[in-house]
C-alpha cells in the first residue's frame, strides 16, 4: 500500500469514527424521516491501491492505475467524427441535446414534480431511466484500450469493447457505446481539460477488470479542469462518476458491482464520488442515482462527498433521485462549505432509510454558504439531517 493511500485510508477512519459518535449522541432525537442509526464500515478505506487521489480531487489514478505509455493502448485515433443522425425509433429525449457542442445546461431538467408529494419511482417522476440516456444512432464497432491525443476529437456512434484514455483538451465522446474492462470506461489525464462524455452507455465486465476482477471508474476527470458528463446509462463500476469539478447532469446509475479489490478488501461503491480539494465549480443535478451494493459487500453512497485529498467546497446537488448506500449522501463534513443540497428525492427502494443508516451524514451546517432545502424522502416527508 502506498504512503498517500494509507494516510488516506486514516482520515477516512477518523471521519468515518465522527460520524458514527454524531449518530449515536443524535438518535434519540434524529429529525430525518427514518435516518437514523449508527454507521460502522466494516473496511479501512474506500479505494483500491488503484485509487490514490490525484489533483483537483477527483478521486481516480495513484498506485496500479497505468500511467502515460503504459497502458497497452492501440495506435492513436485518427480526425475527430462527424455527429450521425439518432437512429429511427430512439429520437433524443425531451430536453437532450441532438449536437456534440450543447451545453449540459441547456438540456438540464427542471426541478421534478415529485417534490411537492409521493414519488413511486424514477420513471414516474421524470428523473432518468434507461430510455431517456445511452446512445440514439446506430454504432460501429471498435475495439481497444484506446488513448486519444488529438485536441478537439470527437468519438460518436461507437460501440466500443475496450476503454478511452484522454491526453487532449475538449474531447466529445457522444452516442457511444463503451463496455471496459479497465480500471475506466472514459479517463481524462492530468493536465487537460474540455472533456464532454453525453448520450452514452459505459459499462464494465464483472469479473474482467484488472482491479482484482472489478472495474474502478466509468467516467474519470483526474485533472483540475471542469467536464461534462450527461444523459449517459452508467453500471457496474465500483465508483461509477469520479471527479471533483463539472457538470453532471441527466444521467442514469445502476447495477454497481461488488468486488474484493487488489488489497484484499471490498471495494467501497459509489454511484458518484467527489475526494474533496475541488478548485472549481461541481454541480450534480437531475440524476438517478442507485447503489444496490450490501452494506457488507463494501456499500458507501449514492453520492460520496468526502474530503481525502482537502476541504469540500462549491459543489451544487440539486434534483437528484437517490437510493442506497451506507448512507446516500455525504455531505463533506467539518470543514464543508458552498454545499447547496436542494430539492433531491431520497428514496426507500433498496432500504426503509433510504440508505442503509440513513438519508444523510457528514452534513456541515454551520459551513459557509452550505444549504439545505426542499429534500424529501420518496413518500413526500421531508429530509432533515441531524445536527
Known amino acids: 500500500m502506498s504512503r498517500s493511500n494509507r494516510s488516506r485510508r486514516e482520515r ?51 498506485a496500479g492505475v497505468p500511467s502515460a505509455g503504459a497502458s497497452g493502448a492501440s495506435p492513436e485515433i485518427g480526425s475527430a467524427t462527424s455527429t450521425p443522425s439518432p437512429a429511427p425509433g430512439h429520437s433524443a429525449s425531451a430536453g437532450q441535446s441532438t449536437a456534440a457542442g450543447s451545453s449540459g445546461a441547456a438540456g438540464s431538467s427542471q426541478t421534478p414534480s415529485a417534490l411537492k408529494g409521493p414519488c413511486p419511482s424514477p420513471a414516474a417522476c421524470g428523473f432518468p431511466d434507461a430510455g431517456s440516456t445511452g446512445p440514439r444512432v446506430a454504432l460501429s464497432t471498435h475495439s481497444g484500450n484506446l488513448e486519444l491525443h488529438t485536441d478537439g476529437q470527437v468519438i460518436s456512434g461507437w460501440d466500443l469493447t475496450g476503454s478511452l484514455d484522454i491526453y ?42 484488472p482491479d482484482n476482477g472489478g472495474e474502478d471508474y466509468a467516467v474519470s476527470n483526474m485533472g483540475g479542469s471542469p467536464v461534462e458528463v450527461g444523459w449517459n446509462n452508467i453500471a457496474v463500476f465500483g465508483n461509477a462518476i469520479s471527479m471533483g469539478q463539472g457538470d453532471i447532469h441527466d444521467n442514469y446509475v445502476h447495477d454497481i458491482a461488488p468486488f474484493v479489490n487488489q488489497s484484499g478488501e471490498w471495494q467501497h461503491a459509489d454511484a458518484l464520488i467527489s475526494d474533496g480539494g475541488n478548485s472549481g465549480m461541481l454541480t450534480i443535478r437531475h440524476n438517478t442515482l442507485l447503489n444496490p451494493v450490501d452494506i457488507n459487500h463494501g456499500a458507501s453512497a449514492s453520492i460520496g462527498l468526502y474530503a481525502d485529498t482537502g476541504s469540500v467546497a462549491n459543489s451544487v ?38 440508505g442503509v443508516y440513513g438519508a444523510v451524514a457528514a452534513w456541515n451546517a454551520g459551513g459557509a454558504g452550505n444549504i439545505w432545502s426542499n429534500n424529501r424522502m420518496s413518500d413526500g416527508t421531508p429530509v432533515k439531517p441531524a445536527s
Open 317 to 354: 446537488v440539486d434534483g437528484n433521485w437517490l437510493a442506497g448506500g451506507a448512507y446516500a449522501l455525504y455531505g463533506g463534513g467539518a470543514g464543508a462549505n458552498g454545499i447547496k443540497v436542494t430539492n433531491n428525492v431520497f428514496s426507500k427502494q433498496y432500504h426503509p432509510n433510504c
Open 168 to 209: 487532449a483538451n475538449n474531447v466529445t465522446v457522444i452516442d457511444s457505446r463503451i463496455t471496459s474492462s479497465n480500471w475506466w470506461g472514459v479517463n481524462l489525464r492530468a493536465g487537460y481539460s474540455g472533456l464532454r462524455v453525453l448520450h452514452s452507455t459505459v459499462t464494465g465486465v464483472p469479473g474482467k477488470g
Open 12 to 62: 477516512r477512519r477518523t471521519a468515518l469514527l465522527a460520524v458514527l459518535v454524531s449518530a449515536l449522541v443524535g438518535l434519540v432525537g434524529l429529525t430525518a424521516s427514518g435516518c437514523g442509526g449508527a454507521h460502522n464500515r466494516t473496511t479501512a478505506g474506500r479505494g483500491s491501491s488503484a485509487a490514490a487521489s490525484s489533483a483537483g480531487g477527483s478521486g481516480s489514478g495513484g
